[in-house]
């Protein structure tokens, strides 16, 4: 195994623990598609120490059409060496959109432990894979142990006079990149896009761990192959070089210039020279901060609710509302803040928290607001912990009047007026917005998340009832970056899952603790990268951790007693109230934006 960071002579560490990295690769999978081959996913599901119950830890990426996929997506998972930690893999022909993997066809699954891989020759372990009795093909698993390299290395390059490939065309041309391991032998790390129909390939520049191609280790020999990449799965190999991490940081021009070598087209041709020439571009390596640098260099996290009280929820009163109050069980709006609260209180010092309540009617008019405190206190709209966000909750419910519209722009906008008033990274605000159904503003909300992806801002939303979400996953960029009139948003800032997916649905697990954890890692999942973005995107280094005797400065919040910090000031001095905040537009003036931008 590879030596890893953090020695430190003298010193003893408590309950030793190991990072590794699992690579998964298939072979000889069974074909569940008629008119090609099968897209398998690995999904890897872990179990709870001396028990046999196991939970989805991961997933990794679909690979098309194809029956012997190398899964670049690798699992990384603290390794114990005195406790036996049970595996779980199971592969799907993925057929549609759809996360739920019952949706898909089965194509077979595998156990083992970690231990079982380690301890295989080179680390490495094929083990059979079965549907119920039947075998159906194999998986090769291999583990290594990471180093604590922090660097990670931007890569560019291009392609010169690459050998036709495509009879009616030239080639489509991609890259794959493979780590060496200490046997020899390599192991995927990299895949790049493919090129359509040109010997001269300009690959777009990408980011990577350097633990991903060499595991830290400078000199450790990196192997490139050239493909042609072909629809049915069945790609062509033009050639392949070899480099390190060193040559490509340190050399000349002329030594990172490399000849694509096929060995078998040189064994046939006594004419063979090379299939073309690859050159570097880019290389520039920096060491990667991690949230966990800016947390403990004293940047804060400030955690703010908005909850949906529109009258399509039901009547509190009745058993069958989202909103209705049980003595035994949680309606879906508890469960949902327990869940996330439980985990983000945790980075907040102080755990006072704004809640915030829309589509109602509040006392003492009964005028309809879209944004107003849920303990009606608009100056001081803290809720004491996770506690009191559910005190107040209930509390409210007895003193609205459910209405509508659903209107989430002006719950996103008073967020935005807070986090625009901290660009030096001293600050980070999540809204979790908890909701029944359609919005009734989406321009509205376009235009409020596009603005709000240039500040330090990540937007939850978590969908409740069984109402069709399909226009929420809209706000939710992760296949298609959000825009409004032609302005894209500057990063991904939304994450979006309906809470029947995890509780009380289809396939949900029946142990309400375990599906609020699943709940809470995967809408929280996304945020430390969202957090990271905008850190990098305005060169905002963390903050030394400050010394063991000393605790990270506390921000308050204007206006309010020193007890009550943390939340960070609005730059006016006060909360930003219905009265003091900027005024919203009217739903006769749409919001203006830049021309669009340069589609890919």
Same mark, same amino acid.
């Given at each position: 195994?590879?030596?890893?960071?953090?020695?430190?002579?003298?010193?003893?560490?408590?309950?030793?623990?190991?990072?590794?990295?699992?690579?998964?690769?298939?072979?000889?999978?069974?074909?569940?598609?008629?008119? $090609?081959?099968?897209?398998?996913?690995?999904?890897?599901?872990?179990?709870?120490?001396?028990?046999?119950?196991?939970?989805?830890?991961?997933?990794?990426?679909?690979?098309?059409?194809?029956?012997?996929?190398?899964?670049?997506?690798?699992?990384?998972?603290?390794?114990?060496?005195?406790?036996?930690?049970?595996? &779980?893999?199971?592969?799907?022909?993925?057929?549609?959109?759809?996360?739920?993997?019952?949706?898909?066809?089965?194509?077979?699954?595998?156990?083992?432990?970690?231990? =079982?891989?380690?301890?295989?020759?080179?680390?490495?372990?094929?083990? %059979?894979?079965?549907?119920?009795? @039947?075998?159906?093909?194999?998986?090769?698993?291999?583990?290594?142990?990471?180093?604590?390299?922090?660097?990670?290395?931007?890569?560019?390059?291009? *392609? &010169? @006079?690459?050998?036709?490939?495509?009879?009616?065309?030239? $080639?489509?041309?991609?890259?794959?990149?493979?780590?060496?391991?200490?046997?020899?032998?390599?192991?995927?790390?990299?895949?790049?896009?493919?090129?359509?129909?040109?010997?001269?390939?300009?690959?777009?520049?990408?980011?990577?761990?350097?633990?991903?191609?060499?595991?830290?280790?400078?000199?450790?020999?990196?192997?490139?192959?050239?493909?042609?990449?072909?629809?049915?799965?069945?790609?062509?190999?033009?050639?392949?070089?070899?480099?390190?991490?060193?040559?490509?940081?340190? *050399?000349?021009?002329?030594?990172?210039?490399?000849?694509?070598?096929?060995?078998?087209?040189?064994? @046939?041709?006594?004419?063979?020279?090379?299939?073309?020439?690859? $050159?570097?571009?880019?290389?520039?390596?920096?060491?990667?901060?991690?949230?966990?640098?800016? #947390?403990?260099g004293g940047t804060q996290v400030n955690f703010t609710v908005a909850i949906d009280f529109t009258a399509s929820n039901g009547a509190p009163q009745q058993p069958n509302?989202?909103?209705?109050?049980?003595?035994?069980?949680?309606? %879906?709006?508890e469960q949902a803040i327990l869940a996330v609260g439980q985990i983000v209180q945790d980075y907040d010092t102080d755990k006072l928290f704004p809640v915030l309540g829309?589509?109602?009617?509040?006392?003492?008019?009964?005028?309809? $607001?879209?944004?107003?405190?849920?303990?009606?206190?608009?100056?001081?709209?803290?809720?004491?912990?996770?506690?009191? #966000?559910?005190?107040?909750?209930?509390?409210?419910?007895?003193?609205?009047?459910?209405?509508?519209?659903?209107?989430?722009?002006?719950?996103?906008?008073?967020?935005?007026?807070?986090?625009?008033?901290?660009?030096?990274?001293?600050?980070?605000?999540?809204?979790?917005?908890?909701?029944?159904?359609?919005?009734?503003?989406?321009?509205?909300?376009?235009?409020?998340?596009?603005?709000?992806?240039?500040?330090?801002?990540?937007?939850?939303? #978590?969908?409740?009832?069984?109402?069709?979400?399909?226009?929420?996953?809209?706000?939710?960029?992760? &296949?298609?970056?959000?825009?409004?009139?032609?302005?894209?948003?500057?990063?991904?800032?939304?994450?979006?899952?309906?809470?029947?997916?995890?509780? *009380?649905?289809?396939?949900?697990?029946?142990?309400?603790?375990?599906?609020?954890?699943?709940?809470?890692?995967?809408?929280?999942?996304?945020?430390?990268?969202?957090?990271?973005?905008?850190?990098?995107?305005?060169?905002?280094?963390?903050?030394?951790?400050?010394?063991?005797?000393?605790?990270?400065?506390?921000?308050?919040?204007?206006?309010?007693?020193?007890? =009550?910090?943390?939340y960070p000031m609005d730059p006016g001095g006060s909360y930003p109230g219905q009265q003091s905040a900027p005024p919203y537009p009217s739903q006769g003036t749409q919001?203006?934006?830049?021309?669009?931008?340069?589609?890919?």
């Amino acid at each position: 195994m590879a030596n890893v960071g953090g020695f430190q002579p003298g010193s003893a560490t408590a309950n030793p623990v190991t990072k590794v990295e699992i690579t998964v690769s298939c072979r000889n999978l069974v074909d569940k598609d008629v008119m $090609s081959k099968s897209d398998p996913i690995c999904v890897l599901y872990t179990a709870q120490l001396g028990t046999d119950k196991f939970a989805e830890f991961e997933r990794t990426e679909v690979i098309q059409n194809n029956l012997n996929p190398n899964f670049v997506k690798k699992f990384v998972l603290d390794y114990y060496f005195e406790e036996s930690q049970k595996l &779980k893999f199971e592969i799907y022909d993925i057929d549609s959109a759809s996360a739920k993997l019952n949706q898909h066809d089965f194509l077979g699954a595998a156990q083992c432990t970690i231990g =079982q891989i380690i301890g295989s020759t080179g680390n490495r372990i094929q083990i %059979a894979l079965y549907e119920g009795n @039947k075998k159906c093909g194999s998986i090769l698993l291999s583990c290594e142990e990471l180093s604590s390299c922090k660097d990670k290395a931007t890569l560019k390059f291009q *392609g &010169k @006079k690459l050998d036709k490939k495509d009879f009616f065309g030239k $080639s489509d041309p991609y890259l794959v990149f493979y780590r060496c391991n200490e046997d020899e032998s390599f192991t995927i790390a990299h895949k790049t896009e493919y090129v359509k129909n040109t010997l001269d390939p300009n690959w777009k520049e990408f980011s990577i761990p350097v633990t991903s191609l060499c595991n830290g280790d400078y000199d450790r020999t990196i192997k490139v192959e050239c493909w042609d990449w072909d629809s049915d799965g069945s790609h062509d190999f033009i050639g392949e070089f070899k480099t390190n991490m060193r040559c490509l940081c340190e *050399g000349t021009p002329q030594d990172n210039t490399y000849q694509l070598i096929n060995q078998k087209l040189k064994a @046939k041709k006594k004419s063979y020279k090379s299939s073309g020439m690859i $050159s570097l571009l880019k290389c520039q390596v920096e060491t990667e901060v991690t949230f966990l640098d800016y #947390i403990t260099g004293g940047t804060q996290v400030n955690f703010t609710v908005a909850i949906d009280f529109t009258a399509s929820n039901g009547a509190p009163q009745q058993p069958n509302s989202l909103h209705h109050i049980g003595h035994n069980r949680q309606n %879906a709006y508890e469960q949902a803040i327990l869940a996330v609260g439980q985990i983000v209180q945790d980075y907040d010092t102080d755990k006072l928290f704004p809640v915030l309540g829309f589509g109602a009617k509040i006392p003492p008019d009964g005028r309809v $607001s879209h944004e107003f405190a849920v303990n009606f206190n608009e100056q001081n709209p803290f809720c004491a912990g996770i506690g009191g #966000i559910m005190g107040a909750y209930k509390n409210s419910l007895s003193h609205i009047q459910l209405h509508g519209p659903t209107n989430f722009s002006p719950v996103i906008n008073h967020v935005a007026r807070f986090a625009e008033a901290y660009p030096d990274g001293s600050n980070y605000f999540i809204l979790l917005i908890i909701t029944d159904g359609v919005i009734s503003d989406m321009d509205f909300t376009k235009s409020a998340i596009v603005n709000a992806s240039s500040l330090p801002l990540s937007i939850i939303i #978590i969908g409740v009832g069984p109402a069709e979400f399909d226009a929420m996953e809209v706000l939710d960029g992760d &296949k298609q970056m959000l825009s409004y009139r032609g302005k894209s948003a500057e990063r991904d800032i939304v994450q979006f899952v309906p809470l029947r997916d995890f509780v *009380g649905g289809i396939g949900s697990s029946t142990n309400v603790m375990l599906s609020q954890a699943r709940l809470a890692k995967e809408v929280l999942a996304e945020v430390p990268y969202q957090f990271l973005s905008w850190m990098k995107k305005h060169g905002i280094k963390p903050n030394p951790a400050p010394p063991p005797q000393q605790q990270p400065a506390q921000q308050g919040y204007p206006g309010q007693q020193p007890a =009550q910090q943390g939340y960070p000031m609005d730059p006016g001095g006060s909360y930003p109230g219905q009265q003091s905040a900027p005024p919203y537009p009217s739903q006769g003036t749409q919001p203006t934006a830049p021309s669009a931008p340069p589609g890919y």
